[in-house]
């Protein structure tokens, strides 16, 4: 078992170092938020994420998983370095790598031996390069490194059973010692492992979540024909996720992808391909198709209540997706913005991710359920799939609202049985 060290205790590092410390290994988990380290200490996290929780607890119980705010301390103990600090989109849509370049140096700074250093964040390809020049640049001592990409393919959600059950483990290395080190790690979990150069491995994490964001863009713009023809795109979809080649996954029509993933990587993957000369305009048509649903959505709320001004919209579901708190270019800020730049007042409830939702989305009476957000509301607006919204008490939500008009942008119910309960129902690519 090794010694590990994870920078950057977020979403993936934070689920990556607990895992990593319930598979055996030793983990320090570094963060420069001095807060977030702090809540951690006392066995409290910071995010929203199922089964986190108890083996956080459980691995710093035994101490096989620590927090510190001092990369040295993190460094200097472990033979194996991921970092997992975030890479946010800049203004132009390339990826802001000045988090991964400040680890690189403060790792430099601190080595005192021969260290492993894997880059677990999304990059764009040649970021390994670039790591490997500044840990040369800023090294103090005389001692060997390597550098690799292992790129992380968890989902926000299901995180935990992510990394204990991945499709495949990507890692892209030089060196034989660094394969064998990050093959010894993560040998406890049975997954294909693939071995390539650090430059594919990067490129493989860009190109599947750019392919998955081309998915769902796609049976939008299907969705979009089947609701002018009278098609139903949840029976489209099912027949073209019968073909093997295809798959049924990401093919849910709706208001289109969000999140900190894909529509930073996908930016990302455009604007790195531009620089390297290739025209990737495909991306660019996944981008735009994927906007256009969050006016569509707009528009059919503005549809069914005439004027938006004065008028009040229950919202159920904050989150860009069920099953998290995360908020980061959730489409429901765009949309709920939309809808308040044209005059509504907005009642939003969500299991989650209300308490993130206050730091960006100003003006909103938050609701303590899905029933509070309807009470009153002139139309409810169905944004985020979670399970409970699902089941709820449809009649109890008829009585609460002022009328009983639902836009669903996420396609949780049989639009011909919620007509017959007396909904004015209306949602994506199905009539
Ligand atoms: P995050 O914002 O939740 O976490 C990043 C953490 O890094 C923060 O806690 C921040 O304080 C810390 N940090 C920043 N600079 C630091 C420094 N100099 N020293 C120490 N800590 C520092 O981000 P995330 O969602 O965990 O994403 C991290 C990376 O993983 C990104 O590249 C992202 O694209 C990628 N990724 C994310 C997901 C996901 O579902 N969130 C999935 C796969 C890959």
Redesign the pocket.
Known sequence: MRNICV???????LVTGACLAELGHTVIC????AS?IALLKKNKIPIYEPGLEEIVRNNAKNKRLSFTSR?KEGVKKSDVIFI????PPRDDGSADLS?VE??AREIAENMNGYKLIVD???VPVETGEWVEMTIRRNIKKNVEFDVASNP?????GSAVFDTFNPDRIVIGVKTKRAESLLKEIYLPIKAPVLVTDIKSAEIIKHASNSFLAMKISYINAVANLCEKTGADVAKVAEGMGMDKRIGKSFLNAGIGFGG??FPKDLEAFYWISRKQGVDFRLLKEVKEINEHQRLLLVKKIEDAVWNLKGKTIGVLGLAFKPDTDDMRFAPSIEIITMLQGLGATIKAYDPAAMGKAKKVLKNIRYQKNAYDAAKGADCLVILTEWNEFKELDLSKIKRALRHPIIIDGRNLFEPAKMRKSGFDYKCMGRS
Not at 7 to 13: E, K, S
Not at 84 to 87: M, Q
């Open positions: 920078i950057g205790t977020g979403y993936v590092g570094v963060d420069n938020d977030k990369i997992a600090v975030g890479t988090y400040t680890v677990k964040s999304t992380e393919f968890l989902r926000e900190f993933c």
